[in-house]
């Protein structure tokens, strides 16, 4: 079972930024596709940004975050982390990082909750003034 531990979320003001941070428990997260995937309240589960296995050729980002969030790896740290920018209170939500196995294919990159198989207990996002 793999687990991950997600951290840096909190209270930002409209405008405002946070990093968030994807921690494995005891596994290498390079051999895994990892995603961000939201949830607000009423609303559905989103994935807002995934990178792919190996060196991370693959990104990508849902239209809602595209321009103000990055997804990037730190390979020596083995930590996988969300700048989040010019953030909006619709940016309000729980953030889960998951983790999906990529069966060899190194630009699997899913933008479908249904792809991820291990989500971390997730961290909130209020963005409020």
């Known amino acids: 079972q793999l687990q991950v531990v997600e951290s840096g979320g909190g209270l930002a003001q409209p405008g405002g930024s946070l990093r968030l941070s994807c921690a494995p428990v005891?596994?290498?997260?390079?051999?895994?596709?990892i995603g961000w995937i939201r949830q607000a309240p009423g609303r559905e589960r989103e994935v807002i940004s995934c990178?792919?296995?190996?060196?991370?050729?693959?990104?990508r980002y849902s239209d809602s975050v595209k321009g103000r969030f990055t997804i990037s790896r730190d390979r020596a740290g083995n930590m996988v982390y969300l700048q989040m920018n010019s953030l909006k209170p619709e940016d309000t939500a729980v953030y889960f990082c998951?983790?999906?196995?990529?069966?060899?294919?190194?630009?699997?990159?899913?933008?479908?909750?249904?792809?991820?198989?291990?989500w971390g207990r997730g961290t909130r996002v209020t963005v409020s003034s």
């Open positions: 990178i792919s296995s190996d060196f991370g050729e693959v990104i």
């Open positions: 998951v983790v999906a196995q990529p069966y060899g294919d190194t630009k699997f990159c899913p933008t479908s909750v249904d792809e991820y198989g291990y």
């Open positions: 005891q596994f290498g997260l390079d051999n895994y596709a």
